[in-house]
């Protein structure tokens, strides 16, 4: 009898521990996805998204770029409502915001939330530049001394740099270990990330794409800088909604990257030419964008971990006259959908 009991109570332990590893695994796995929660207007509800986000289990919130409410003092207030949450830029645009500005808010929002702050810097498109009226020039250049520059005064050291883009000098009054991520859509940036930035971050790129040219950019970039590959980011639209016609309407209403050159060539490069002709085709939406039942989508978000990327990013987008609630369950079904991966 106590022998019987014995083995019962071992096998029970065996099942505990299974149980306990995969609960661990799935924890750490929704740890590792981000939400942009900037879809919304209004301070309040962003920062009810990023409570939300952090409820749920997700391990980051991030915010765009662009919009009536500025992402920067916005990340200051979600520090202040969040304890546990990694917070993002995806991505600020570089030109508009002096290097110097950005260090000095980053110092500010790393002392609000040691520890959990990332940025995300990218030169934006011509288009959007043109709205400020502002002429995009060099921007790969520009790329490079920005991030240059940011770093160095992130490094707590007085910094006097003269360039093509900028002359600094000037100082912070600490060192603020904030990791700095570039936004990636081309080999080269790929590589720029690999060779001197802290990650890199895409928008709209297919995991075939990542895993084919991305990362090897990445490895390359690495490998002359001389140290490991970095993480990878990859950010990712997604709907839990299995009306076809009202996904892709919300993608073409939603999504006006598909008319940028740089995304254009991106997904040529990936296979798709039909992304020439500037607008979204029912086969784009369905090879770019993860929607479908909630399954389907986390098995596309599982499919851009199995590539190689360290983080994935979610953009949920609402969709039908529910659009709201669709975001919401979105958020909801996918976090329990990879739970159980």
């Known amino acids: 009898m106590t022998a019987t009991l014995n083995a019962e109570m071992l096998t029970l332990l065996l099942i505990y521990q299974q149980v306990a590893t995969v609960s661990a695994m799935s924890a750490d796995k929704l740890g590792r996805v981000g939400v942009v929660v900037n879809r919304v207007s209004g301070v309040g509800p962003v920062l009810a998204a990023a409570s939300h986000a952090e409820a749920v289990g997700y391990g980051a919130a991030w915010l765009t770029n662009g919009g009536p409410e500025d992402c920067m003092p916005l ?21 508009p915001r002096h290097p110097v500005v950005l260090a000095a808010e980053a110092n500010v929002i790393d002392q609000l939330a040691p520890g959990r702050l990332r940025l995300g810097i990218g030169p934006s498109h011509d288009v959007v530049m043109a709205m400020m009226g502002i002429q995009r020039v060099a921007p790969f250049g520009h790329h490079q001394v920005y991030l240059q520059v940011v770093r160095d005064l992130c490094s707590g050291q007085p910094v006097d740099f003269t360039g093509d883009h900028y002359r600094v000098a000037s100082s912070l009054n600490r060192r603020v270990d904030v990791p700095i991520l570039v936004g990636a859509l081309q080999p080269k940036t790929f590589e720029l ?14 995991a075939g794409y990542l895993a084919d040219v991305g990362l090897p950019a990445m490895e390359r970039g690495a490998q002359s800088g001389g140290r490991s590959r970095p993480p990878l980011v990859a950010h990712l639209a997604v709907c839990v909604h299995q009306d076809a016609g009202e996904v892709r309407a919300a993608v073409r209403h939603g999504i006006p990257n598909i008319r940028f050159p740089s995304y254009q060539r991106m997904l040529v490069r990936a296979g798709l030419d039909e992304a020439t002709a500037g607008a979204w085709t029912d086969k784009l939406v369905d090879e770019v964008i993860a929607w479908g039942p909630a399954p389907e989508v986390a098995g596309r978000i599982q499919q851009m971990f199995e590539i190689g990327a360290d983080e994935v990013l979610i953009r949920p987008i609402g969709a039908g006259a529910a659009a709201q609630e669709v975001i919401r369950w979105t958020i909801e079904s996918v976090a329990a959908e990879l739970s159980r991966l």
């Open 193 to 206: 990330a690999g060779q001197a930035a802290d990650g890199a971050i895409t928008w709209l790129c297919p």
């Open 75 to 95: 990340l200051a207030a979600i520090a202040t409502r969040t304890t546990r949450l990694r917070l993002g830029t995806s991505v600020v645009q570089t030109y």
